[in-house]
T-cell receptor
Framework: GAGVSQTPSNKVTEKGKYVELRCDPISGHTALYWYRQSLGQGPEFLIYFQGTGAADDSGLPNDRFFAVRPEGSVSTLKIQRTERGDSAVYLC?????????????FGPGTRLTVL | QKEVEQDPGPLSVPEGAIVSLNCTYSNSAFQYFMWYRQYSRKGPELLMYTYSSGNKEDGRFTAQVDKSSKYISLFIRDSQPSDSATYLCAMSALRDDKIIFGKGTRLHILP
């Protein structure tokens, strides 16, 4: 079956621009997660959605980062006024119901480069 | 001190060798321990998980947790070139939804 998909696979932008990254979770999965993976590091939690609502956004680094999931399926991560330090791979994951015991399935990521 | 410490490697071993990968952690609230494998330009995939201290075996892979020492390990027996990847340890607390990952260890199995 189809896994988690993310678009675009690569995004190059200039400092100060706005970007949107899209995640399509596995059909029927109610929980959706965004992580950021910098070079040589493990994924770092950003935000967790349960259905349409953000259940935990404690990992968002600042107010330039925002994410939505309006219909409880597709999610968009939005970054305003991008900075060079935002360059990383942004990973999306989904799980059936959420919670620590529920396996998270990861997408291939969007590689963001801010020039 | 980071919550989860993992040596980034790289670690190079000959095909057929036993590989030992390790992580230490500082948060005693962690109760759920995982190992993910990540191939280049792919997302992580869950390899093994365990809830408690002790060993768990799955084919060539054995996960070991020692909560008293806050130390977890992954052993790979009869290593194959296809095992070459980055291995990420990860853990979470019982009432927490987020996973905390280690840096990952890059493993190369030499044919």
């Amino acid at each position: 079956g189809a896994g988690v998909s993310q678009t675009p696979s690569n995004k190059v932008t200039e400092k100060g621009k706005y970007v949107e990254l899209r995640c399509d979770p596995i059909s029927g999965h109610t929980a959706l997660y965004w992580y950021r993976q910098s070079l040589g590091q493990g994924p770092e939690f950003l935000i967790y959605f349960q259905g349409t609502g953000a259940a935990d956004d404690s990992g968002l680094p600042n107010d330039r980062f925002f994410a939505v999931r309006p219909e409880g399926s597709v999610s968009t991560l939005k970054i305003q006024r991008t900075e060079r330090g935002d360059s990383a791979v942004y990973l999306c994951a989904s799980s059936l119901t959420g919670g620590p015991y529920d396996e998270q399935f990861f997408g291939p990521g969007t590689r963001l480069t801010v020039l | 001190q980071k919550e989860v410490e993992q040596d980034p490697g790289p670690l190079s071993v000959p095909e057929g060798a036993i590989v030992s990968l390790n992580c230490t952690y500082s948060n005693s609230a962690f109760q759920y321990f995982m190992w993910y494998r990540q191939y280049s330009r792919k997302g992580p995939e869950l390899l093994m998980y365990t809830y408690s201290s002790g060993n768990k075996e799955d084919g060539r892979f054995t996960a070991q947790v020692d909560k008293s020492s806050k130390y977890i390990s992954l052993f790979i027996r009869d290593s194959q070139p296809s095992d070459s990847a980055t291995y990420l340890c990860a853990m979470s607390a019982l009432r927490d939804d987020k996973i905390i990952f280690g840096k990952g260890t890059r493993l190369h199995i030499l044919p």
